[in-house]
C-alpha cells in the first residue's frame, strides 16, 4: 500500500474546475428489465435493497464512448465558457472499453478514448491520451494527472472526459449485472486566480486543494475477463476492504489539511453501492443529506460516477460556486483515494 505524501502546498496559482458536463443516453431501463432474465432470480425491491439502484442507461447500437464523451466534453466546455480551440490536453478514462469486444468508436475495433473525442470534438491543437488501469478511479487520477501537466505552464486548459458502456461485457448470469449503467461526463481543469472564495481556513485557495492516491495489487485479481470477454467481479473481496479503504483516504485528506467534516459542503463519491456509500460516509463524518448521488436513476458508472454525479447537481443548482467538495473513489486494482476541491 502506498504511504502519505505531503498536502499540496498551494504555491502558485490554483488548478480551478472551471466547467463540468454530463450524458446519459436514452431512456432509463428499470430493475424490470432484470426481473425477466431467467435464472438471475432478482426483482425491483431485491436491486434497490442491495445496491440502491431503480435505473440506469445503455447506449443505443449508434452511440458508443467517444459518441457520448462528446456530447459531455461540449456541455463541460459550455460550463466553463470556453470553445474548443481552447483545449491544449485531452484526457480520457474508461473501465468498461476493451479491444474488439467493446471498442469505444464506431468503425474502430481500439479501446482509446481520448483520440477519437479529440477527431469528433474538432479539438485539433490538443494533444491526448488516456489513463487506464485505474478503471472505476479514473476520474481522480486523470484530474491529478491534469494538475501537474498545468503546473508544468505547457498547458492552461485541460479536458477530462470519462466513458463508460458497459452493457456489451456484462455477464448476465450474474446479480451483479443489474448495478451497471453507461454515460458519460468531462471536466474542465484551467489555471486560474485565487479568489478567496470560502469561510474556512483554505479561503484564500481555490481550486484542487489536495489529493490522496492509494494502491495495493495485492487484490488484483477481485475483477478479471473471462473466456467471452465478459467482466468478472468478486465483490465478496470488495464489500470486505473497499470501505475501511475509502474511509482512510477522505479522513487523512481531510486531517492533513486542517478541516473537519463540517467544512466540507458536499461529498461526491464514486457512484458504487449505497451499502457501501452511506456507512463510508457516517464513519468519515459527513451527514447523508451531503452526499451528491445520482446512484439511484443512473447506477453504477464506473469512471464517470464521481464527476458525473457532480455536473448533474451543479447544473440544478445543488452546487455552488466556492463550495468545499470531498470527493473519494476506488477503482479495479484496487486503486483508489480522496481529494478536496472547490468548484470554481
Known amino acids: 500500500m502506498s504511504t502519505p505524501r505531503i498536502p499540496l502546498d498551494g504555491a502558485g496559482p490554483p488548478v480551478v474546475l472551471s466547467g463540468v458536463g454530463h450524458y446519459f443516453p436514452g431512456e432509463p431501463v428499470t430493475n424490470d428489465y432484470f426481473e425477466g432474465l431467467p435464472g438471475l432470480g432478482v426483482d425491483d425491491a431485491w436491486i434497490r435493497t442491495h445496491t440502491g439502484v431503480g435505473s440506469r442507461h445503455w447506449a443505443g447500437p449508434d452511440e458508443r464512448f467517444a459518441e457520448m464523451g462528446v456530447k459531455a466534453a461540449r456541455a463541460a ?3 466553463a465558457g470556453l ?5 491544449d490536453v485531452i484526457i480520457g478514462t474508461s473501465a468498461t472499453a476493451r479491444p ?9 475495433n481500439y479501446m482509446d478514448i481520448s483520440l477519437p473525442v479529440q477527431k469528433q470534438l474538432g479539438a485539433r491543437d490538443a494533444f491526448c491520451f488516456d489513463v487506464s488501469a485505474v478503471a472505476c478511479a479514473g476520474f481522480l487520477y486523470a484530474s491529478v ?7 508544468t505552464g505547457q498547458a492552461r486548459t485541460v479536458l477530462v472526459v470519462c466513458a463508460e458502456s458497459p452493457r456489451a461485457i456484462l455477464n448476465f448470469d450474474f446479480r451483479n449485472s443489474a448495478l451497471f449503467g453507461a454515460g458519460a461526463a468531462a471536466a ?3 489555471i486560474g486566480e485565487s479568489t478567496g472564495a470560502g469561510a474556512d481556513r483554505l479561503s484564500a485557495r481555490g481550486g484542487l486543494i489536495d489529493v490522496v492516491l492509494r494502491a495495493d495489487g495485492r487484490y488484483y485479481d477481485a475483477f478479471d475477463i473471462d473466456e467471452n470477454d465478459k467482466m468478472v467481479m468478486r465483490g465478496g473481496i470488495l464489500s470486505e476492504v473497499t470501505p475501511d479503504m475509502l474511509v482512510e483516504a477522505g479522513q487523512t485528506v481531510l486531517k492533513r489539511n486542517g478541516l473537519s467534516p463540517e467544512q466540507i459542503s458536499w461529498c461526491v463519491p464514486h457512484q458504487a453501492n449505497t451499502n457501501l ?3 463510508m460516509a457516517d464513519r468519515i463524518g459527513i451527514p447523508r443529506e451531503r452526499m451528491l448521488l445520482n446512484l439511484p436513476r443512473r447506477g453504477n458508472t464506473s469512471s464517470v460516477g464521481m464527476p458525473g454525479a457532480l455536473s448533474e447537481f451543479v447544473r ?4 455552488k460556486p466556492g463550495q468545499l467538495i470531498l470527493g473519494v473513489s476506488i477503482g479495479r486494482g484496487l486503486s483508489w483515494g480522496a481529494m478536496v476541491f472547490r468548484y470554481r
Open 77 to 79: 466546455l459550455d460550463d
Open 83 to 87: 470553445d474548443v480551440s481552447d483545449v
Open 100 to 108: 474488439r469486444a467493446n471498442p469505444s468508436s464506431l468503425g474502430n
Open 145 to 151: 494527472v491534469a494538475r501537474g501537466l498545468l503546473a
Open 188 to 190: 474542465v481543469w484551467r
Open 277 to 279: 456509500l452511506y456507512p
Open 316 to 319: 440544478d443548482g445543488t452546487v
